[in-house]
Each structure stands twice: as C-alpha cells, then as structure tokens.
C-alpha cells in the first residue's frame, strides 16, 4: 500500500494507516511526546489530504492494533452490524464527513450506518473535521437511552451529581448530594467517585443514597465508581444499585493495566441486568480519556483520538447509559493547554455519537495546565451546541477528592437557561413537583440545600 | 482637527470638581475573602434551615451553601475560586531565589534535560527524570560520593512548598540522622526535578538511600504542599521503580506537619537500613 500525497508541491509519504491516522491528528501534546505527531503543519495537513481519500473498509481491514493481538479489536470488530457496515464500507473518509454534514442525511439515516463503524472509522472522521463541523455533525446525533430518566432528548442537557470526598464521609458526601439537588442536578445519575474501594464502604453509601431517593421520591439512579469487580460483589449482595460503572481503554494491555477484562464487563453488564432496581435497558457507565494508553505504555504506536474512539466502540458493546469524556483529568502531558482540551472534548463527543453512543463530558483540568474555569465554561456551550447527553459536576467546580476542577452546579443551570435546554422530562417533573424548577429555570428556592433537611 | 470645535459640556465645572474631590476621600478597606470564616459564609438568601446550612457547610469541605446570582455564583464565591487558582499557579510558576537555596544549605547544581522550561518539563516528565549534562558534571565533582542518605531538593510543580517547608523538614532530617549516626552526603538543589530523578542521584553517587524533597501538583485547597519521596538504592538499572520507593505527602501548614513528616522519614530510613530494601519490598520484609 502507499500513501502519499503533495503540498505546495513537497511530497510527503506515510508508511501505514495508522501513520497517516495520528498524523493527521491535530495537535496533542500525548501524540507529541510519543513521537507519532506530524513533524509539521504541512505535514498534519498532508496527512489529512491522503486520510480524506481512504476507504472504511481499509480502515476496518488495518486496525491501529491487530484483530490477533488484541481481544478489544475483536470485540469491536465482531460486533460490526453486517447490515449497516455495507451502507458506508466503500466510502472514503471525506465522503462520510460531506455526507454526515449534508442537509440531507437525517439523524436516522446516521443512526443507521453507526453500528456499521469501528473506532478507527469514527476518528478518522473526526480528523477532518473543525470545530464547527464536530458541532454541526454531533448535533445531528441525538442519542436517547433509558435508565431511570430518559437521557439524550433533543432540547435536554443531564447532569451528573458528583459528591465526592477525601475519606468517603457519610455526612460530607449527603451534604454533597444535597447541594446538587438543590440546582436540580442528578438526571444522568447520582454519582460517587469512592476513596476506599472495599465492599463494607460502597454498601454503606449505596444505603445512603437510597435512603435519599426514597425519602424524597427521586427518579435517581445511583453509582460508586470503584472497581467494577467491587460493584459486582455488592449486586450480588443486594446493593441498591441504578449503574454500574468503569474506566475503559482503547487497547487490551491498556485495559489489563486497569485490571479489566472484556469477559469481567461481560459479566457485569449481565449481573446489572438482573441485579439493578432501575429499570434499563441501560446499565452500563463508562469513563475515558485520550493518553489512557501511552500512561500505561500500551498506546502500540497509535494516537489518542483514534484510540480513544476505540473505547467507545468498546463501549458500544455493554449499550450503555452514558459513557463520559474526563476531558483535562490525565494532565499537560497529554492535552497541553485549553485548545487542546476544548478540541479533544468536541472530538470525544463527536466520535461517540457517531458510534450511537450517549456520550457526556467532564470538562476538566488540573492546576498544573495551561486552562482555567473558563476553559471548562467554554467547552461547555460548545458541548452543549454539539448536544452532549450531560455534563459532570460537583459544588463550585472544586472536587477536593480528586484534586480538580470540573463543573459547578450553577454551570449546567447557566446553560439550561442560555441555551434554552432542560433537563431529562421525569428528573424536571420531580423538580417542578417540588417547586425547585419552573419551566427550565431556577425558582427561588432552588439552590439551598437546607430545603433537603426538612424531611 | 481644527475643522471642529471640540464638545464643550453642558456642566458647571465647579460641580464637577466638588464631586471629583469627594469621591477622592473615599476610602475602599476590603476585607479578605479568603479567611475560614468568609469560606464558612452561607450564600443562600433567606434558607428554609440556617443553621442547617451551617451543619452542612461544616460536615465537607466541598464549596456547599454558597447561594447564587441567578444561575451563575456570587462574587464572593467567584472571587475564592479565581484567588485559589491563581495561588496554584504562582506555586507553579516560582523559581526559588539562590538566597533561598544558598540559606537551605543546598549546593544548587543546575537543571535536568528540561532544561529549566516550564512547557518542556510540563509536557515531557521523562527529561524531569535526568540532569543535564553540565548539572552531572557538577554533581560528580562537587559531591561526595557513595553517601548513605543523598538529599535532593526540586521545586517540581510547587517552588512555594520548598520556601515555606524544606527548611523544616530538611533540618529535623538532619538532626534525626546525625543522632542515629547516619551520614549524609552533600544536599543538592536542581531546578524543574521529577521523583525519577532519585534514580539520577543513586546511579550517579552510588547512594545506599536518596530522599527527594519535592513541591506536589498544587490543589486549590492546599497550593503549596511538599513530598517527600526516598527509596533504597535507586538505580536506572536494574530500574528500579515507584513500587522501590515510600512517599510522605502533603506537608503544609494545612496538611501533614513538616517535623512529623520528617520524623517518619528519618524512621523509613533506619528501616531501609535494617532491611536493606524499600517500598512494597520493605513493607513485606516487615511483615516477616
């Protein structure tokens, strides 16, 4: 095979399709320190030039790993629909962005061709789009999924409750949970990032937080993101659980770094089946993030976006009730500075959605990268334009377990009522009946935790 | 220009200066907001339970309670966050003046393969690992060799935690070790240094014990706290790893106390003494 092409007349070649993927990828300082970036802006553009004339089925035949070495290219691989594989196997990469972006393609004639994507073909249409047409095309790409709320409607924006806290306090974290549900957070899912991953611990905070559901008659479903193997011993032990969740990777040395197997999500997704009280047929809750895989050395020469869109192909797999994007979380190394970051996020989202998953973002960073609150307030109307499923977020933006910024609270209703967004109908219905929320705005009560302690 | 006459105003200008004077003896006296107090603040306007939301803003240390301007917080709230970010980042960003380094006790011998970029050593950690050349011509001949315990002092991602802590924890170090009879070779300062770089000084020196103090990624609550990492015998080959090394965190004012933290330290290092390792291995070797 080859790959080549010319710019102003400088002829550049490429020697694989995984070459021609991560250099035609925009600028990420992960790719950079890998030493798989273009060496150049000529070089980012000619990479594009030659991605733009490549066939799906070329990009499904050269996975960035092979189907041999690597049980989640087989997982992905595997679970292609035959059927809408066929619609889009003979395009090139620049017709399937020409046709995502036209008038005339509906979101159902998308929808239908999703199953027929890997990762591979997904990011590589998010190469060749700017920001706008990630916007553009991610609005075209509604996905509505069901767990306890309706999550993705079109003209609705969720929300993730994050309370979480340094030692895992029963009083901190309600206070927490409160906090949120006075700004009517909560639709995508009430959920804690534990400091002690133990079965003793989770059970006890998945009592607390029934405990607030049935006092205050929540449509809530709940989640603790610790092992997914520690999830699983506590369904089996009777846990109220509404989701099950876990941090994915797009390659399996990746993946085992983090001590997950497909097989072990296999299992989980189907003891969530049986074992949840929320009513599905949406279980599963994924988080990922571009350089997952060069931190654990198991990044096989392949860039970030392309492996990225690998997890959500692997995603796929489990339908899942969301899978969100912890966009800034890995750090400079791996997205150096705001543009970086705001570009991944509208990347992460499009490629998700394009796969016919519910994506959301946690617009992040760290204090050690070039971004601040307002890169975070940025990517969050352009997600929000995009049609993200949700937005994570904890008081004030300022998660003291995990040592980052991300969303406040009063953000997502901020953008509710810029952008004339509302939450999921039954998370609205609540908040209206409780008189929290009147026609997508905050009422005067709203934004006072204390409301909570009345009962 | 001459080709209008300029606006004149339809003011008296006498009323104009008396007001202009006026408004010259105001005075503007803000009190700080970033107090306990101020942060303990109940934002929320005319709250169902008041002392509810004082309970609530005691039980976490999460930004709870703190009310809002229609959807969007109120200044006071906005004015903590951007004044906690902007500590990280001038914690970041600090150079720690060669008075400091000099008054520490420190030989400052230069830069890692960094090269004393902030961008570089953000975006590529590895180089943080290595001294630059001219940095290990310096080490090799101005410092002891084969010490027992090596001190290595880095800015890192925090110059501020060095100026506020190393003092303290480097002189109780010192004392610790002088009264168990443990000799030290000569504490060193590099610009910009990764905790890999231990393995830098263990090759280099042939130290049986390296201790590096080193600033810690700045939070908004705590921007200015100091690590200490050690391990036994670091070495790049056979390499050894963050599974060979201990780390006592967060040693600030509103963190771990630097005296106790240095105590532990020193106790660590009788141990890797004793036992001859360090990290997971010493952990086991303990448990018999």
Not at chain 1, 195 to 224: G, H, T
Not at chain 1, 389 to 416: E, K
Not at chain 2, 88 to 116: C, F, R, W, Y
Request: aromatic share 6%; net charge negative; hydrophobic share 40%.
């Amino acid at each position: 095979m080859a790959f080549r092409s010319k710019l102003f007349g400088i002829t550049y070649e490429f020697k694989d399709v995984k070459e021609v993927l991560a250099k035609a990828n925009e600028q990420k300082s992960g790719d950079e320190a890998a030493g798989i970036a273009a060496k150049s802006v000529a070089e980012r553009v000619a990479a594009k030039t030659v991605l733009a004339d490549i066939p799906m089925w070329v990009l499904r035949a050269q996975p960035v790993v092979p189907y041999e070495d690597d049980e989640i290219t087989r997982a992905i691989d595997d679970g292609i629909d035959p059927v809408a594989y066929d619609k889009i196997k003979d395009k090139t990469v620049g017709e399937m962005r020409a046709w995502i972006l036209d008038e005339n393609t509906t979101s159902e004639d998308i929808k239908a061709i999703s199953h027929g994507l890997t990762g591979e073909m997904a990011a590589a249409v998010a190469k060749l789009c700017s920001s706008l047409d990630l916007i553009v095309g991610g609005h075209k790409m509604p996905c509505v999924v069901h767990n306890v709320c309706t999550m993705g409607l079109p003209g609705r924006m969720g929300a993730r409750l994050q309370p979480n806290h340094p030692t895992d306090d029963v009083d901190a974290i309600r206070a927490e949970i409160y906090d949120g549900l006075a700004f009517c957070i909560g639709d995508q899912v009430i959920g804690i990032n534990p400091a002690i991953d133990q079965v003793e611990n989770l059970m006890k905070l998945y009592e607390m937080m029934w405990d607030i559901k049935e006092k205050w008659e929540i449509p809530a479903s709940n989640c603790i993101l610790g092992h997914v193997t520690t999830q699983m011993e506590c369904l089996k032990k009777g846990a109220k659980i509404g989701q099950v969740f876990q941090s994915i990777a797009g390659t399996q040395a990746a993946l085992e770094s983090f001590g997950v197997e497909v097989g072990m999500l296999d299992e989980a997704n189907e003891l969530a089946k049986k074992y949840c009280y929320s009513e599905g047929p949406n279980y599963m809750y994924f988080e990922t993030g571009e350089g997952t895989e060069l931190s654990a050395y198991a990044n096989n020469d392949a860039d970030q976006l392309t492996l990225e869109a690998r997890k959500h192909a692997l995603a796929r797999r489990y339908s899942p009730i969301g899978v969100n994007s912890v966009v800034g979380f890995i750090g400079p190394e791996y997205l150096y500075n705001s543009d970086e970051i705001m570009r991944a996020g509208l990347e992460d989202h499009f490629c998700g959605k394009l796969l016919g998953i519910p994506l959301g973002l946690d617009n992040c960073y760290t204090n050690h990268v070039r971004a601040d609150q307002n890169t975070n307030e940025f990517l969050m109307v352009l997600d929000a334009a995009a049609g993200t499923n949700y937005h994570m977020g904890v008081s004030m933006g300022d998660d003291v377990m995990l040592s980052y910024q991300c969303a406040s609270y009063h953000d997502t209703a901020a953008i509710w009522s810029a952008m004339n967004l509302r939450p999921a109908p039954e998370w609205e219905k609540w908040a209206e009946g409780l008189g929290l929320l009147k026609n997508g705005k905050l009422t005067d009560k709203a934004g006072d935790p204390s409301f909570f302690l009345k009962r | 220009m001459a080709a209008y006459e300029l606006y004149k105003g339809k003011q008296n200008l006498a009323d104009v200066q008396a007001k202009r004077a006026t408004a010259a003896k105001c005075a503007f006296d803000v009190e700080d907001v970033t107090t306990q107090e101020k942060r303990h603040t109940v934002g929320v306007e005319h709250p169902v339970d008041a002392a509810g939301c004082d309970a609530l803003i005691h039980a976490t240390d999460q930004r709870v309670c703190v009310g809002r301007n229609g959807p969007r917080p109120k200044l006071l709230t906005y004015f903590q966050m951007r004044a906690d970010h902007g500590a990280t980042q001038d914690s970041l960003k600090e150079i720690v003046p060669d008075e400091v380094i000099t008054k520490l006790g420190l030989l400052h011998v230069g830069e890692t393969a960094a090269n004393g970029s902030l961008e570089t050593y953000l975006r590529l950690p590895p180089l943080g690992r290595k001294l630059s050349d001219e940095a290990k011509a310096v080490v090799l001949q101005k410092c002891v060799k084969n010490p027992t315990v090596q001190f290595v002092v880095s800015n890192g991602l925090s110059g501020f935690a060095i100026e506020r802590y190393a003092g303290d924890v480097l002189k109780s170090m010192l004392d610790g070790l002088k009264a168990a009879g443990i000799t030290v070779g000569t504490p060193v300062y590099v610009n910009r240094a990764r905790v890999g770089i231990m393995n830098d000084f263990g090759t280099l020196l042939n130290a049986d014990v390296v201790v590096v103090l080193i600033g810690e990624r700045p939070g908004l609550i705590i921007s200015d706290a100091l690590s200490i990492y050690m391990g036994y015998k670091p070495r790049w080959e056979p390499l050894t790893t963050d599974a060979n090394r201990d780390n006592i965190c967060m040693i600030s004012k509103k963190g771990k106390n630097p005296i106790e933290a240095a105590a532990e330290a020193v106790g660590l290092i009788k141990d890797y003494l004793k036992y001859k390792t360090s990290g997971v291995e010493l952990a086991t070797a303990k448990r018999g």
